[in-house]
Structure formats: C-alpha cells, structure tokens
C-alpha cells in the first residue's frame, strides 16, 4: 500500500513559480513510476507529466512543455513538480499519482495509489 501527499499548492500571479510536493509511504516507491495530474473545474483530469522509476521524464501536455520540470528523490519518498511562468490555464487542482506497472501514461486507470490533490490558482 502507497500513500501519497501533495503539497506546495496555492494561490500566485501569472508569470509566477510553484514547486509541488508530493511524499510517498512505502517501502517500494523507488519503483514506482510518478505522475502528475491535474483537473481544472467542469474538466477531466489531464495528464501533465510523469518520471519512471530511472528518472525518465515523459511529458503529456503540450501547454506545459518548458515551463515544468519533475523530478523524484528516493531517498526523500517525494516527486516535485516545479512550475515556472504559471498563467491562468494552469489553474486546476493537481493530483500525484504512482503505479507499479504503468503502461498507458496518460491513462488515470493506469495508476494504482492517488494523493488527494493540491489546489493551484493563478491570478491574471
């Protein structure tokens, strides 16, 4: 069993950074692949960008491309998420999300453990 805990959400002007956090329990989670997603209101839930258990980085959404980078310590159980130039589109709640086996990145049934989201508002 994994539990994930977001952090690290708020409110910020546009053109402003965040760096989320997201700390896991468990022994295992060194391999585990890593995601964030994020659901903006009256939207589904969109993959943003997601780090394998190596350190891999696969990005999902092209409106963040650039401007997030994600990165994992195993030492520390945490994934990161930091943004930079956040505009009001990046407004949503942001979700961390693990998997063992993860084959379809963007598939949020490909995950098995989910944090319960970190608000993120960007004021224009």
């Known amino acids: 069993q994994v539990q994930l805990v977001e952090s690290g959400g708020g409110l910020v002007q546009a053109g402003g950074s965040l760096r989320l956090s997201c700390a896991a329990s468990?022994?295992?989670?060194?391999?585990?692949?890593m995601g964030w997603f994020r659901q903006a209101p009256g939207k589904e839930r969109e993959a943003v960008v997601v780090?394998?258990?190596?350190?891999?980085?696969?990005y999902l959404s092209d409106s963040v491309k650039g401007r997030v980078t994600i990165s994992r310590d195993n030492a520390k159980n945490t994934v990161y998420l930091q943004m930079n130039r956040l505009n009001a589109e990046d407004t949503a709640v942001y979700y961390c999300?693990?998997?063992?086996?993860?084959?379809?990145?963007?598939?949020?049934?490909?995950?098995?453990?989910w944090g319960q989201g970190t608000q993120v508002t960007v004021s224009s």
């Open positions: 468990g022994r295992t989670f060194s391999r585990y692949t």
């Open positions: 999300a693990a998997g063992p086996t993860v084959v379809e990145f963007s598939n949020v049934r490909s995950y098995d453990y």
């Open positions: 780090i394998s258990w190596s350190g891999i980085t696969t």
